[in-house]
């Protein structure tokens, strides 16, 4: 049974930066997965932020594209989000996720002065 594990969140000030991590369990064929970020607002509905696929191809919404830097360590399992620029509408729990059917439990990001 996959499980993916997200840490790195915080209460951060605007303009400030966050780097989140996804580790996936072991025996998951990581390397050749594609693996995304989600994010949830409070009385928002979950969306999706940004994604890395297995050839290291990655995709981000507009909203944080030139200030979130996705990345992946194979050798790690692990995925990273790195958020810099960092406003309060990025407010939100944030999830990692493979084929939108296994999840993490989420990791909080508070952007507030």
């Known amino acids: 049974q996959l499980q993916l594990v997200e840490s790195g969140g915080g209460l951060v000030q605007p303009g400030g930066s966050l780097r989140l991590s996804c580790v996936a369990s072991?025996?998951?064929?990581?390397?050749?997965?594609?693996i995304g970020w989600f994010r949830q607002a409070p009385g928002k509905a979950r969306e999706g932020i940004s994604c890395i696929k297995k050839d290291g191809t990655t995709d981000y919404i507009d909203p944080v594209k030139g200030r979130f830097t996705i990345s992946r360590d194979n050798a790690k399992h692990t995925v990273y989000l790195q958020m810099n620029n960092l406003k309060p509408e990025d407010t939100a729990v944030y999830y990692c996720?493979?084929?939108?059917?296994?999840w993490g439990q989420g990791t909080q990001v508070t952007v507030s002065s």
């Open positions: 072991a025996g998951f064929r990581f390397a050749d997965s594609a």
């Open positions: 996720t493979y084929a939108h059917n296994y």
